[in-house]
C-alpha cells in the first residue's frame, strides 16, 4: 500500500482539529488524564475512526491490530498517568555522562549526587516530600543532551536540572533549561560560557579564568618554567578555555609559549603533535584535556624521549589516569577542586559515607556532584516552593555556603568562588601539594 | 630536519596499520563487491582478544618477552580469522543474492552492533583500557633521532604479513581460486570452485590481519576502548580507495601515504586539529585526477 504511510504520517503529524470531533466517545475520564486532554490517545483513536484510515485498517487482521494499539495506548496513558500524577516527591533530573569517553567524571559526580540525594531523603527530605533523581545517561556524547534534557523538562517535569561535568555537554543543556524557567546547577563545568547563557544556570565550581590563571602561576613559580609548549583538545570548550586563560596569564608572566598543538578528544596517535613538541625544546607542556586522552600523551611523550613536567587542569583527575597512564603520568600535576586529603570536618565525614557506600575514595567530581545536590535542597528549603523564578532567586543567594569542596558562595555571574587544589602524581596516587585561594 | 625524520618514523608506523586494514577492505570488495563496514570493529576486537589473551598468556608465559607476544600474536589472528567468518555466516551470507546495498546497511548493522554490545559493562566496559605491554621496549638514539623499539616492530611485522598474503594470493591454489571469484564469480563456480568457500576463506585472512592490526595499534598507541575501530576503521577505508579498491599492493601504499600525511599534518602548529580534513582532502583531490585510485585498473561496467 503504497498511499499508507504518508496517510499515516499526515494523521500522527498534524492531527487537524476537524477531525478530533470525530474520535469514538471514550469516557470522560480516560480521555482527559489529570492534567487534561491526553493528546497520544487521541491521535491513535483519531488514526482508526476518520474514514481514510478506516479503509486501510478494517480488515479483521487490522481490526485486531487497532484494538491492540488502543489497548497499548490505554495502559501508557495509564501508566503517564500514575507517574505524573504523584505529588509526593520532588522530581529532580540530572544528566550525567554515565558511559563513553569521560566515563569516569559522569559516573563520580553521578554518585556523589546519589549520595546527597539519600542523605536527604533519610533526612526528611524537602519541604515534607522525598526527592526523586531521575538520571539519563548521554553517552558522552554531542547531541545526545538536548533530548535527554528535553525530556526531562517537559515529559518528567522536573524542577531542577543537575548536570554535567563537561562543558561542551552542559553548553546543550543549559540553551534548553532557561527558556523553560527550569533552573540548573552544573557540579563541573568549568568553562565560564556555561552560566552565561543566562540567568537560571548555575555551577558550584570555579571557572577556568582563575584555574588557568593558578596553572599559570604555578609553572612560572613551582616549575620554574620560562618556555611551556600547550597541547589542547580542539573539540572541547573546556580543553580550549583553560588553554587560553593559561596562556594569557603566562604571558603576563613573562614567558614565552613555545608551540601551540591541537588534538581531537578520542584520538590515539599523539606522536605527530609532541614529537613537533618535542623539537621546540619547552621547560614543561600544558594539556588543559582530559584523563583518557593525557594518559596516553603521557605514554607517548616518554616513548618519544620527552621527559620534561607535564600539567593540566581538573580533566586529569581519575582512576584512569593511572591505571592507562602508568608511571608515565608519574611526578606530573593538575589544579582541582578539592582533595580527599583535607581535614575540613565535612570532607572527612563524606569520604567515610562515600567509601562506605561505593567502597572507594571518592574524587573531586564526586564531591562537586554531593555539593551541587545540596545547593539545590538548601535553596528549595529557602524558597518554600519548587516554582520556577522562586527557586532560582534562592538558588543565587546562596551564600557562605559549607560543602564538602569548601565554603563558598554564588557570585553575580552565578559561578562559585572557591579556591583550587593543586595534586601532584606520585606513588600512583593523587598526593596534595597546595591550595590556592581566589 | 630530525623532526621531519622523526616524523616519517611515525607515520609509517601509524601507516603499517592503516594498510594492514585497508588490505582486508580491499580483499572483501575484490571477492564480495561490498564494503564490509564491521572491518574496523574486528580491528577494536583484536586489540581486547590480545588484552584479555595477554592476562592469560603472562600465567605460562612471563610477558613482555618475545615468545609470549608471538603467541598471542597467532591466537589473536585465528579468533579474529574464526570472528570474520561468523560474522559472515550469520551476517552477510543469508543476503548473498540480495540488492548490494542491503548487504551494505547490514555491514553497518553489525559494525553498531559490535561497538555498542562491548561498551556494555558486562563485556568490555566503555572506559580505556591500558594496552599491556608485550614486548620488551627501549628507546634509542640514531644520529640524532630518537626511536622506539616499538615502532620497528610495527613496520617489521607488516612486512612480513604482507608478504605471505602476496604469497598466499599469487602462489597458492587458493589464491588462485580467489582471484578467479574475483574476476568471475559464476565462472569460477562453474569451474568448480566452491564460491561459499572462497569468500569464508577471503573474511577470515582479512579479519586476521586486522586482528594483528589491533594487537600492533595496541602495542604503539597503548590505550584501547570499543569505539577504536571507528575512526581507524573509516582511515583504512579511505587508504583502500586511495590505493584503488580491490587492489591489494594499492591498499598497502594508500595506508602507508595516508599514515605519513596524517603525521606530517598533525605534527604542523596550527593544522594539527585538521589532520582528518588533510587526510580526505587528498583522498579527494587524487580521486579527481585518477578515479581509481592510485593503482587501480579502469573496469568496464557490463549492462
Known sequence: MPEFAPRLKQAFGKCPAKNTAEIKPLPQSIREGRHGKCCCIQKLDFLDSTPHSRHILMKPLSLISSAAATTVALIALGLSGCKSGSNNTIKVGEFASLTGKEATFGGSSHEGTLLAIDEINKAGGVLGKQIELLTEDNQSKAGETANIVNKLISRDGVVAILGEVASSRSLEAAPIAQPAKIPMISPASTNPKVTEVGDYIFRVCFIDPFQGTVMANFATKTLNAKKVAVLTDAKSDYSKGLAKYFKEQFLKNGGTITSELDYNGGDKDFKAQLTTIKGSSPDAVFIPGYYNDVALIATQAKEIGLNIPLFGG??????????????????????????????????????????????????????????????????????????????????????????????????DKRNAVKSAAILQIKGGKFTFLETIAP | MNEIFQQLVNGLALGAVYALIAIGYTMVYGVLRFINFAHGDVFMLGSFTGYYLAQQVTKWIPLPSWSGWMLIMFLTMIICAIIGIVIELLAYRPLRNRPKLTVLITAIGVSLLIEYTCQHQAIFGASQKAFPKLLPTGNFTLGGLSFNTTQFVVLGVTLVLLTVLTFIVKKTRIGMAMRAVSFNSAAASLMGISNSFIISFTFGLGSALAGAGGILYGMTYTGIDPLMGVNVGLKAFVAAVLGGIGNLPGAALGGLVLGIVETYAGGMSGMSTYRDGIAFAILIIILIFKPTGLLGSKQIEKV
Not at chain 1, 580527599?340 to 567530581?365: H, L, Q, R, W
Not at chain 1, 523564578?389 to 563558598?408: M, P, Q, Y
Request: a negative charge; charged letters at 25%.
Open chain 1, 314 to 411: 581538573d580533566g586529569w583527575e581519575s582512576e584512569n589516569l593511572l591505571q592507562v597512564g602508568k608511571e608515565a603520568v608519574e611526578g606530573n600535576y593538575f589544579s582541582t577542586h578539592c582533595s580527599p586529603e583535607d581535614t575540613s570536618p565535612k570532607m572527612i565525614s563524606f569520604v567515610a559515607a562515600y567509601k562506605a557506600k561505593y567502597n572507594k575514595t571518592p574524587d573531586a567530581m564526586a564531591a562537586l556532584g554531593y555539593d551541587s545536590a545540596y545547593v539545590l535542597a538548601d535553596a528549595i528549603k529557602r524558597a518554600g516552593t519548587t516554582e520556577g523564578s522562586k527557586l532560582r532567586d534562592a538558588i543565587a543567594a546562596t551564600k557562605d555556603f559549607e560543602g564538602v569542596t569548601g565554603k563558598f558562595s554564588l557570585d
